[in-house]
């Protein structure tokens, strides 16, 4: 039967409807981006890349988007934060000293936006709280310091701006923007350092981890001796306008070598994960200083690289670099108990759960060259594994980071 010019028009017409219809549906299934940085080590000049997966909110299945992955803008992306308006990305490369900004696009894209230069050298970690970026470099400042001369770390404090602030910029920049380091004038330096007092002159704090506790905010950068083997907390309260002040008591002794540090959501709690201890030390934060948890340390898997907690603080991930899992715990005011651990991806180093649903959950696995990805059962704390997971990403992930799908607040 051969249809008439109208009716086609109108077949035509509701073909095109129910399409547009069933691609809408699949977009909505698109619950969260997550943002997996690759050091891509592959000689001194080998830049890095960032993969963009998007998730689905059924199945918790992470598929790269198109044109993933991108450049992260420098050598050897080590960490990588997310502003809090959820619009934009920075990305820390240690090899160049910098971090790169992102404009996250409605679909997930990246589109670099600017570079700093990190104060010190060897950036390492970094957190954002507020309109702030924290940074921790692995070294001082030159000349004080170089590679050839170690010396201790430090952390300095980078404004995110708003839009009217990185407006007046010449010529002017979108809001999120980083603005020029704050500057210590203890020191008349846009640094603090991280030095380690009384002990020998050998003494070289060497930094692994920064962590932000919300009730202050007080700022937390975990590490340790290379001369002593002594692992150690600095604590400083974070002022209106960013600049830092050293809380009584601190540094604080915390086992033998710190490789992770994480707060809960409410800054009432404060984890440090040891790597050579296979422990997990609890503290209560009270006005910023750390109280031990009756039940504190913690046992872990071997060598624990990154602790993370769910949006309900209900549940505590351990990531054990060294038996390639990944370990759950309940959490009960503020102590840890071990629900199970589950199979990773070789060497997990980072952690990161979906800020839509709080119900998945990913390990960055260094040696596996991917991404594990997990669903978590609300009610107990187990995980299954989502679909089709692990995922590949380029050489060596090193971080991961995530938002949620449509919200951009620019």
Same mark, same amino acid.
């Given at each position: 039967?051969?249809?008439?010019?109208?009716?086609?028009?109108?077949?035509?017409?509701?073909?095109?409807?129910? *399409?547009?219809? @069933?691609?809408?549906?699949?977009?909505?299934?698109? $619950?969260?981006?997550?943002?997996?940085?690759?050091?891509?080590?592959?000689?001194?000049?080998?830049?890095?890349?960032?993969?963009?997966?998007?998730?689905?909110?059924? /199945?918790?299945?992470?598929?790269?988007?198109?044109?993933?992955?991108?450049?992260?803008? %420098?050598?050897?992306?080590?960490?990588?934060?997310? #502003?809090?308006?959820?619009?934009?990305?920075?990305?820390?490369?240690?090899?160049?000293?910098?971090?790169?900004?992102?404009?996250?696009?409605?679909?997930?894209?990246?589109?670099?936006?600017?570079?700093?230069?990190?104060? %010190?050298?060897?950036?390492?970690?970094?957190?954002?709280?507020?309109?702030?970026?924290? $940074?921790?470099? +692995?070294?001082?400042?030159?000349?004080?310091? #170089?590679? *050839?001369?170690?010396?201790?770390?430090?952390?300095?404090?980078?404004?995110?701006?708003?839009?009217?602030?990185?407006?007046?910029?010449?010529?002017?920049?979108? *809001?999120?923007?980083?603005?020029?380091?704050?500057?210590?004038?203890?020191?008349?330096?846009?640094?603090?350092?991280? !030095? +380690?007092?009384?002990?020998?002159?050998?003494?070289?704090?060497?930094?692994?981890?920064?962590?932000?506790?919300? #009730?202050?905010?007080?700022?937390?950068?975990?590490?340790?001796?290379?001369?002593?083997?002594?692992?150690? =907390? @600095?604590?400083?309260? /974070?002022?209106?306008?960013?600049?830092?002040?050293?809380?009584?008591?601190?540094?604080?002794?915390?086992?033998? &070598?710190?490789?992770?540090?994480?707060?809960?959501?409410?800054?009432?709690?404060?984890?440090?994960?040891?790597?050579?201890?296979?422990? $997990?030390?609890? @503290?209560?934060?009270?006005?910023?200083?750390?109280?031990?948890? !009756?039940?504190?340390?913690?046992?872990?898997?071997?060598?624990?690289?990154?602790?993370?907690?769910?949006?309900?603080?209900?549940?505590?991930?351990?990531?054990?670099?060294?038996?390639?899992?990944?370990?759950?715990?309940?959490?009960?005011?503020?102590?840890? #108990?071990?629900?199970?651990?589950?199979?990773?991806?070789?060497?997990?180093?980072?952690?990161?759960?979906?800020?839509?649903?709080?119900?998945?959950?990913?390990?960055?696995?260094?040696?596996?060259?991917? =991404?594990?990805?997990?669903?978590?059962? !609300?009610?107990?704390?187990?995980?299954?594994?989502?679909?089709?997971?692990?995922?590949?990403?380029?050489?060596?992930?090193?971080? $991961?980071?995530?938002?949620? &799908?449509?919200?951009?607040?620019?």
């Amino acid at each position: 039967m051969k249809l008439n010019k109208p009716i086609q028009l109108l077949a035509i017409s509701a073909a095109c409807l129910l *399409a547009a219809s @069933f691609l809408a549906a699949c977009a909505t299934l698109t $619950v969260d981006f997550v943002y997996v940085t690759s050091a891509l080590a592959a000689g001194p000049n080998s830049y890095g890349e960032v993969d963009v997966f998007e998730i689905n909110s059924e /199945s918790g299945r992470m598929r790269q988007i198109v044109t993933s992955p991108f450049p992260s803008g %420098g050598r050897n992306p080590v960490a990588e934060a997310v #502003s809090p308006d959820e619009a934009d990305l920075y990305v820390v490369n240690e090899d160049d000293n910098s971090i790169v900004q992102f404009v996250i696009g409605s679909d997930g894209k990246l589109y670099p936006q600017n570079t700093v230069n990190t104060p %010190g050298i060897f950036p390492l970690a970094t957190a954002v709280s507020g309109k702030f970026l924290y $940074v921790v470099d +692995l070294y001082q400042p030159l000349p004080t310091c #170089s590679p *050839a001369s170690p010396c201790s770390g430090s952390v300095a404090v980078l404004p995110i701006l708003d839009a009217a602030q990185a407006g007046a910029l010449k010529p002017p920049q979108p *809001a999120d923007t980083l603005g020029t380091p704050v500057v210590n004038t203890a020191i008349s330096a846009s640094y603090w350092p991280l !030095s +380690l007092s009384g002990g020998a002159a050998s003494d070289v704090f060497v930094p692994t981890a920064v962590a932000v506790a919300a #009730s202050g905010p007080y700022v937390y950068i975990a590490g340790y001796d290379s001369n002593t083997g002594i692992g150690y =907390v @600095f604590g400083f309260v /974070s002022g209106s306008d960013g600049t830092l002040t050293s809380i009584p008591g601190f540094p604080l002794a915390v086992g033998t &070598h710190p490789s992770g540090i994480a707060s809960d959501a409410s800054g009432a709690y404060l984890y440090v994960a040891d790597s050579t201890q296979n422990l $997990v030390y609890g @503290f209560q934060i009270n006005g910023g200083a750390l109280t031990a948890l !009756s039940g504190s340390p913690f046992a872990t898997g071997g060598r624990p690289s990154a602790i993370l907690l769910d949006a309900n603080a209900k549940y505590a991930f351990v990531a054990n670099g060294q038996d390639s899992n990944l370990s759950v715990y309940s959490v009960a005011s503020g102590n840890l #108990s071990r629900l199970g651990t589950y199979t990773t991806g070789t060497q997990p180093v980072a952690i990161g759960i979906d800020p839509s649903l709080n119900q998945y959950v990913y390990t960055a696995n260094f040696l596996g060259n991917n =991404v594990s990805g997990f669903q978590l059962n !609300s009610s107990d704390g187990s995980l299954i594994n989502s679909q089709f997971s692990p995922s590949a990403s380029n050489a060596n992930p090193t971080a $991961v980071a995530a938002i949620t &799908h449509g919200s951009r607040k620019k």
